[in-house]
C-alpha cells in the first residue's frame, strides 16, 4: 500500500488585494500547483466555481491534484480584500459653462483623487481633459485612489453650454428721424442690469438699469447711436453690447421772403423793405447769417428787427435762435435815388444745422422809380437849352433800345444803349437826311427797356422844333 499526498499549494501572496471596478473572481487568485482547487473552508466545505466573484474579507482555501488524482490534504489560505474607490462627489451636478471661454473637460468640477471622465455611465471611452465640452451632454467621473482601484461607480455631471447673448434693439420710429425729435427703442424684456449709452442725443425717458426702454430726444446729426447690454442670467454674466445707428436727418426748412411796399415810388420817395426769415420746424436754427445789402439806388434811413442784429453797412444781418415755427422780420427805411440799381436781394448764407431745403433760402425784389418820362418836345438848336431828346432816368436802365420813325414810318434814329443824347440828326443809311438835322416836325418813338425789374415797350410822339 502506498499512501501519496500532493505538495500543498504556494503564493507569493497570502493577502491578496483586488478593485472592485474590475469584476475580480476566484480565477483570480493567485496561487502555484497542479490543478488548484479553492474552496470556502480549510478543510472540507464547498469549491468555489471560478466565475464566483471574490468578496472583500473573505479567505479562500487552495488545494493541489497531482497526475495521480491525489489532492493535497492541506490548504493554502489567501485573503483577499476587494476595495473600492469612492465616487466622485461634486457641488453641483448641473454645471453651466459660458462657450466664448471655451470651456474643456478639464473645466468640470468633481471631488475626487485622480478624476477621470468618461463617456458613459459604465465602460465607455475616457476624455481628454482638453476635449470640449459639448452643451447638452452628460459627463461621467470616476475616482482612484493611491492603490490604483478606480471608483466602480460614476458621478454624473449634466453640462450646458451658453452662447453670449447679443441683445436686440428696436426703433419704435416708422419714418424717418428728425433732428429735435423724440424715438423710444426697445431690447429685450426680462434681465437685469440694463446698461444704455446714447451718443449724439439726450435720454428723456426710461434707460435706467431696470428699463427695457429708452426714449431719445437726437440733439445731433452726426454720430447718433444707442446701445445696450444687460444681465441676462446665465454663466455668459453681461451680454454683448448692441449697438443701434440711427440717421437723423434735418427736417426744418428755413424760408426766406421779401416784400417793397412801393414798387413804383418816385425819387425822393422813402419806401420800407420787409424781409421775413421763417423756420417751418420742427428743429430749431441757431447761428443765422443773412446778406441784405442796401443797393446803389437807395440811401437807408432806418431799420428794425424783432431778432437779431442788422448792420446796415455791412449788410448782415446775424440770428443767433430762431425756434422752430416762429418767424424773424427785418425791417428797413430807405430813400429812393435818382440813380443806381433798383434790386434788392436778401440770402440767407449760413445756418446751424444745415436747412433741408435751400431753394427758397433766397428772394429778390425791386422797384421801378416813377422817374422813367418821355419829354416830347426838343429844340436842337445849339443853344445849350434842350437841344437833347431826353428821358429821365435812362441811365438806370442800360439794356435799351430806341428807334424814331418820322410821320411817312421810316426810320431815322436808332440807338441802342439810349443816353439821352439824340440831338435830331439822323443816323439810318437809308434816310435821305443821315447824318443831318431832321426837318422840324413831330416824330413817333419806340422804346423798349429790358432790366432785371422791367422789360417794357414803350411808344409815344416826339415834337422837333429848330
Known amino acids: 500500500v502506498s499512501v501519496g499526498d500532493t505538495d500543498v499549494p504556494t503564493t507569493a501572496n497570502s493577502q491578496q ?25 480549510p478543510t472540507g466545505g464547498t469549491p468555489y466555481d471560478p466565475t464566483d466573484p471574490l468578496v472583500d474579507g473573505n479567505s479562500y482555501y487552495a488545494t493541489a491534484t497531482d497526475a495521480s488524482g491525489c489532492e493535497s490534504s492541506m490548504r493554502l489560505q489567501v485573503d483577499v480584500s476587494v476595495g473600492d474607490t469612492d465616487v466622485p462627489t461634486t457641488a453641483n451636478s448641473q454645471q453651466d459653462f459660458c ?66 447673448v447679443t441683445p436686440t434693439i428696436t426703433s419704435l420710429s416708422n419714418s424717418e428721424v428728425c433732428l429735435q425729435t423724440i424715438v423710444t427703442y426697445t431690447t429685450d424684456e426680462g434681465f437685469s442690469n440694463y446698461l444704455w449709452n446714447v451718443s449724439g442725443g439726450i435720454a428723456v425717458d426710461g434707460g435706467g438699469a431696470s428699463d427695457s426702454f429708452i426714449s431719445v430726444e437726437w440733439t445731433e446729426i452726426e454720430e447718433t ?40 415810388p418816385m425819387v425822393g420817395d422813402q419806401i420800407t423793405f420787409t424781409v421775413e426769415v421763417t423756420n417751418n420746424g420742427p428743429n430749431d436754427f441757431t447761428d443765422i447769417e443773412i446778406s441784405e445789402i442796401i443797393q446803389s439806388g437807395f440811401d437807408y434811413i432806418s431799420h428794425t428787427v424783432n431778432l437779431g442784429d442788422y448792420d446796415p453797412v455791412s449788410g448782415v444781418w446775424m440770428i443767433d435762435l430762431l425756434p422752430a415755427n416762429e418767424t424773424a422780420t427785418l425791417q428797413i427805411i430807405v430813400e429812393v435815388l435818382g440813380t443806381g440799381s433798383y434790386m434788392n436781394m436778401a440770402t440767407i448764407v449760413s445756418v446751424t444745422p444745415n436747412d433741408s431745403d435751400d431753394s427758397n433760402n433766397e428772394m429778390e425784389v425791386g422797384v421801378l422809380p416813377a422817374c422813367l418820362f418821355v419829354y416830347n418836345e426838343f429844340s436842337p438848336n445849339s443853344d445849350g437849352i434842350n437841344d437833347f431828346f431826353t428821358i429821365s432816368c435812362i441811365e438806370s436802365f442800360p439794356n435799351n433800345e430806341i428807334k424814331i420813325f418820322n410821320r411817312y414810318g421810316s426810320l ?8 439821352n443824347e439824340w440831338n435830331g440828326h439822323a443816323n ?39
Open 428 to 466: 439810318v443809311s437809308t434816310s435821305q437826311n443821315n447824318g443831318e438835322t431832321l426837318p422840324t416836325g413831330t416824330y413817333f418813338y419806340v422804346l423798349e427797356i429790358e432790366s432785371d425789374i422791367l422789360t417794357d415797350r414803350v411808344t409815344g410822339w416826339v415834337y422837333l422844333m429848330k
Open 225 to 264: 447711436f444707442v446701445s445696450v447690454s444687460y444681465d441676462a442670467g446665465t454663466v455668459c454674466g453681461i451680454s454683448e453690447t448692441t449697438t443701434f445707428t440711427e440717421e437723423v436727418m434735418v427736417c426744418a426748412d428755413i424760408v426766406m421772403n421779401k416784400t417793397v411796399d412801393n414798387i413804383e
Open 99 to 164: 462657450q466664448v471661454d471655451g470651456p474643456t473637460v478639464a473645466d468640470l468640477q468633481a471631488t475626487g483623487p485622480n478624476i477621470v471622465w468618461y463617456d458613459m455611465p459604465t465602460g465607455g471611452t475616457p476624455y481628454d481633459p482638453t476635449d470640449p465640452l459639448v452643451d447638452g451632454n452628460s459627463y461621467y467621473a470616476t475616482a482612484t485612489d493611491a492603490s490604483g482601484c478606480e471608483s466602480s461607480m460614476r458621478l454624473q455631471v449634466d453640462v450646458s453650454v451658453f452662447e453670449k
Open 17 to 41: 488585494g483586488f478593485c472592485q471596478v474590475d469584476g475580480p473572481t476566484v480565477a483570480d487568485l493567485q496561487a502555484t500547483g497542479p490543478n488548484i482547487v479553492w474552496y470556502d473552508l
Open 412 to 419: 431815322v434814329y436808332k440807338q441802342q444803349g439810349y443816353k
